[in-house]
């Protein structure tokens, strides 16, 4: 007899919930099969069986993934990372230990799927950078949006805020990025033989005296690409304590940069992906301060 997941047949029966209120549902306890409470949207259901959704009843606790979405569908989870929390590992004999992302997304994908839940981030952000992560749901949507990313099909923009005011109020950063990876550190290659091609868009959105708030939008992404490029500009991020050491603090507790907003083709189904995360309260009210002393 035919079976299928319990999302998928609760979106069959309910077209016009989205795959968030869907996962939602079930997390809460608030869908029954055959009349008991189903919590794992990965459980098969055959044709006869009796699925039913009530959003009046009483939710219960739900998973832990203790982030906020951004977006989500049965493949695809974008997530608001606050500073402060690793991406992935710093090594692999840590997984177990280190409070990350992906060991977040783990344990949520295998409470929605059971054993076989899996989880995978498609690209990273620095531990004191907040905003966008992306994250695949299924070893096909992993494949398949880490290839997308490798050939630069993420749009990705970044609010920052950096020492001094750039002579221009917006530009292009062409340097490659070195291979070199040495004492948590990368450089600016001489050539390109030593590295590889990054570029880095900027725009001024605010000035303030001393420090200026910048759009940044990526072309590619390259480990610490921002955060080099605008050291080679001139401008370093406000908080940056390896590649602007003593800058920005006490004002800046950590580096001041936010991967406000995400944009790319669903790796299985081609659709775009979109996602903002708001500015967070720490950068919004350095902003707010600064601009109230300029």
């Keep these: 007899m035919p079976r299928e997941r319990l999302d998928r047949r609760l979106r069959a029966l309910h077209p016009d919930l989205s795959w968030t209120r869907i996962r939602n549902g079930i997390e809460r306890g608030q869908v029954t099969v055959n009349g008991e409470i189903a919590r794992d949207a990965g459980q098969e259901v055959a044709a ?10 009483r939710a219960l606790s739900q998973a832990r993934l203790g982030l906020v979405r951004l977006y989500e569908d049965q493949d695809i989870l974008v997530i608001d990372k606050p500073a402060g929390l690793l991406s992935v590992p710093t090594h692999p004999d840590l997984k177990a230990s280190e409070e990350t992302v992906l060991r977040r997304a ?27 992560l992306a994250i695949a749901l299924s070893r096909d949507a992993h494949r398949a949006g880490r290839e997308l990313f490798a050939t630069h099909d993420f749009d990705r923009w970044y609010l920052a805020v950096v020492q001094g005011v750039p002579s221009r109020e917006s530009g292009t950063i062409d340097a490659p990025i070195s291979n ?115």
């Excluded at 783990?106 to 899996?118: D, I, P, S, W």
Aim: charged share 30%; glycine share 8%.
């Design 180 to 294: 070199a990876y040495v004492s948590g550190r990368r450089y600016i290659a001489r050539d390109e033989d030593e590295g590889r091609p990054a570029v880095t868009h900027y725009h001024v959105r605010e000035t303030y005296r001393g420090a200026t708030l910048l759009e940044l939008r990526l072309e590619t992404g390259r480990q610490h690409q921002i955060r080099l490029h605008l050291q080679a500009l001139g401008h370093p991020l406000l908080g940056d304590k390896v590649y602007a050491e003593g800058v920005g603090r006490p004002r800046a507790r950590r580096q001041m940069l936010h991967a406000w907003r995400l944009s790319f083709p669903h790796p299985l189904n081609r659709d775009v992906v979109s996602a903002e995360a708001p500015i967070p309260r720490d950068f919004a009210k350095l902003c707010v301060d600064m601009a109230r002393h300029s």
């Design 106 to 132: 783990q344990e949520y994908a295998r409470y929605l799927q059971g054993r076989t839940g899996y989880a995978g981030v498609l690209h990273r952000l620095d531990r004191d950078t907040s905003g966008a």
């Design 48 to 57: 006869p069986d009796q699925v039913q959704f009530d959003p009046s009843r």
